[in-house]
């Protein structure tokens, strides 16, 4: 065996990279493909986060002004809307993948000798840019409310970068259990397993606010903590710690997701 096999260089390294980067971009590629060639997929999930935002700000925003003085409750209410949205873009990047398997893609794509892990991250990044695309016309859809965040621009980017997180987190499971199952009802139907924490948690009010029961779920929530980085951003300015929590919350969820979806993928695999 020669030393460059059991050394292997640097630039043998950087090449190995480039590879897997390559396919991980081809497969996010293919994946915004499909998704795009049927926006009908896409605008029920952006309309439904519109509507939350319209509804939320218009009922509850006069009486904000008792427990958020001085802050706006549209930038309170607005992350919300944000991670219904994940819920959307999840469902999304898990249904490419049952239509993949329906059709035999899939199994095609096995037999290449393309990386199991970019196989994963291609859809699931698909999946999280869609959530991001979402987020930005809710953010725009805020602006003409009135939403002045007190980060600014460097603020809203940051929001947008804690969707990609969100949106991979979510895509993760949801294309982990359409590796399982290969139906499209089963699939559809695992996003909204998410969908109870947007509600245990610090929804409506301040965490502070909450009491018994909840406060313990919204206290164990990890999207409490990235409720709270984005209204940070929004409504308070940047404060490092509470940005840590969100960040950190953010990337546990996304690794669990992801190492669910990679053993749902052996488990597929074993099957064949």
């Not at 999280?128 to 009135?146: E, K, M, P, R, S």
């Not at 919204?218 to 999207?223: G, K, L, Q, S, W």
């Given at each position: 065996?020669?030393?460059?096999?059991?050394?292997?260089?640097?630039?043998?390294?950087?090449?190995?990279?480039?590879?897997?980067?390559?396919?991980?971009?081809?497969?996010?590629?293919?994946?915004?493909?499909?998704?795009?060639?049927?926006?009908?997929?896409?605008?029920?999930?952006?309309?439904?986060?519109?509507?939350?935002?319209?509804?939320?700000?218009?009922?509850?925003?006069?009486?904000?002004?008792?427990?958020?003085?001085?802050?706006?409750?549209?930038?309170?209410?607005?992350?919300?809307?944000?991670?219904?949205?994940?819920?959307?873009?999840?469902?999304?990047?898990?249904?490419?993948?049952?239509?993949?398997?329906?059709?035999?893609?899939?199994?095609?794509?096995?037999?290449?000798?393309i990386s199991r892990s970019a196989l994963l991250l291609g859809p699931m990044i698909a999946g999280?840019?869609?959530?991001?695309?979402?987020?930005?016309?809710?953010?725009?859809?805020?602006?003409?409310?009135?939403?002045?965040p007190e980060t600014g621009f460097v603020g809203v980017l940051a929001v947008l970068g804690y969707?990609?997180?969100?949106?991979?987190?979510?895509?993760?499971?949801?294309?982990?259990?359409?590796?399982?199952?290969?139906?499209?009802?089963?699939?559809?139907?695992?996003?909204?397993?998410?969908?109870?924490?947007?509600?245990?948690?610090?929804?409506?009010?301040?965490?502070?606010?909450?009491?018994?029961?909840?406060?313990?779920?919204?206290?164990?929530?990890?999207?409490?903590?990235?409720?709270?980085?984005?209204?940070?951003?929004?409504?308070?300015?940047?404060?490092?710690?509470?940005?840590?929590?969100?960040?950190?919350?953010?990337?546990?969820?996304?690794?669990?997701?992801?190492?669910?979806?990679?053993?749902?993928?052996?488990?597929?695999?074993?099957?064949?």
């Open positions: 065996m020669s030393a460059i096999t059991l050394f292997p260089s640097r630039t043998d390294e950087r090449s190995g990279t480039m590879l897997f980067l390559n396919q991980v971009s081809m497969m996010a590629r293919r994946s915004l493909t499909t998704i795009f060639r049927e926006p009908a997929s896409v605008i029920p999930g952006l309309i439904i986060s519109v509507f939350f935002v319209l509804v939320y700000d218009g009922s509850l925003n006069g009486a904000a002004r008792f427990f958020l003085p001085g802050q706006s409750y549209l930038g309170f209410i607005l992350p919300v809307s944000i991670i219904s949205s994940a819920l959307s873009g999840a469902s999304i990047a898990g249904q490419a993948i049952v239509r993949d398997i329906d059709n035999g893609y899939f199994d095609k794509l096995l037999l290449t000798p999280a840019l869609v959530l991001v695309l979402q987020t930005a016309l809710v953010i725009l859809v805020g602006f003409l409310l009135g939403l002045q969707a990609l997180l969100i949106g991979l987190a979510f895509s993760g499971f949801v294309i982990g259990i359409a590796l399982r199952t290969g139906s499209a009802a089963a699939t559809g139907g695992a996003s909204f397993l998410f969908f109870p924490l947007t509600f245990l948690t610090a929804t409506f009010t301040p965490v502070e606010l909450l009491s018994g029961w909840i406060r313990t779920a919204a206290d164990y929530n990890p999207i409490t903590y990235i409720l709270e980085a984005m209204r940070a951003l929004f409504n308070t300015g940047w404060d490092a710690e509470i940005m840590l929590r969100g960040l950190t919350a953010s990337i546990i969820i996304a690794l669990f997701t992801f190492a669910f979806a990679f053993f749902s993928l052996r488990a597929r695999v074993r099957r064949k």
